[in-house]
């Protein structure tokens, strides 16, 4: 009997190859960013199976949102690619990702970068990711349980963040534990989202905000 995770092997790099079709059909900014080197090659690696829950193992290798409970969900494969590649993660050593959810964002930023520190809000998700993360042998993502608007600023200054839930502004103190030059990827809006990427700039300067696409997230909650 061949076993679930070896029967997802062909459905894995057949869905890295379908959003490898569609980011030739994006507008350029996000289609580069879907690109970016090693980004496609880490969806076609990691076992999506894993961060899902069990009734739903049919559907693990479809380009949708799937409930992981609590009320929140597992991105769409396709803008996990895409906010992993809009951080522009090559030579990144220290990334924050806020709203750890099922792990599976931090399972594919963790072959780009150093290290991945993750904050969840949910203990028992917090709990769930941890035990993914490890059933793929992945030793360099840290999971926290807390307060994500607080970020982690003994951990701080981060190389990139990665907010994985809606702040209808933006959200200073994880901001300010950005160094300069770095990317902050997240979606900005409260009814209408906008993915968005913002860029510190030298001390002092008003960051760079780039606005890219219109997207549904759940809320970013305290």
Request: glycine share 10%.
């Amino acid at each position: 009997m061949v076993s679930p995770k070896t029967a997802f092997s062909h459905d894995r790099i057949e869905l890295a190859e379908r959003i490898k079709a569609e980011a030739g059909e994006l507008p350029r900014a996000l289609g580069d960013a879907i690109s970016w080197p090693g980004v496609i090659d880490r969806i076609g690696s990691i076992p999506r199976e894993n961060f899902i829950n069990p009734n739903d193992l049919a559907l693990a290798y479809k380009n949708a949102p799937l409930s992981i409970g609590f009320g929140q969900t597992i991105s769409q494969p396709l803008i996990v690619a895409l906010m992993s590649g809009l951080l522009q993660p090559t030579g990144m050593h220290n990334v924050l990702e806020v709203g750890t959810g099922s792990g599976y964002q931090a399972a594919v930023l963790a072959g780009l970068v150093a290290s991945v520190h993750s904050i969840e809000i949910v203990p028992q998700l917090a709990a769930r990711a941890r035990q993914a993360l490890a059933s793929c042998g992945i030793e360099n993502v840290k999971v926290y349980v807390g307060n994500g608007h607080a970020g982690l600023p003994a951990q701080a200054p981060f190389d990139g963040i990665i907010v994985t839930a809606a702040s209808e502004f933006l959200p200073e103190t994880l901001f300010d534990q950005l160094k300069p030059g770095g990317r902050m990827v997240l979606p900005l809006g409260s009814e209408r989202q906008t993915l968005s990427v913002v860029t510190k700039q030298a001390e002092g300067a008003d960051p760079s905000v780039q606005a890219l696409l219109p997207v549904r997230f759940v809320p970013f909650v305290a």
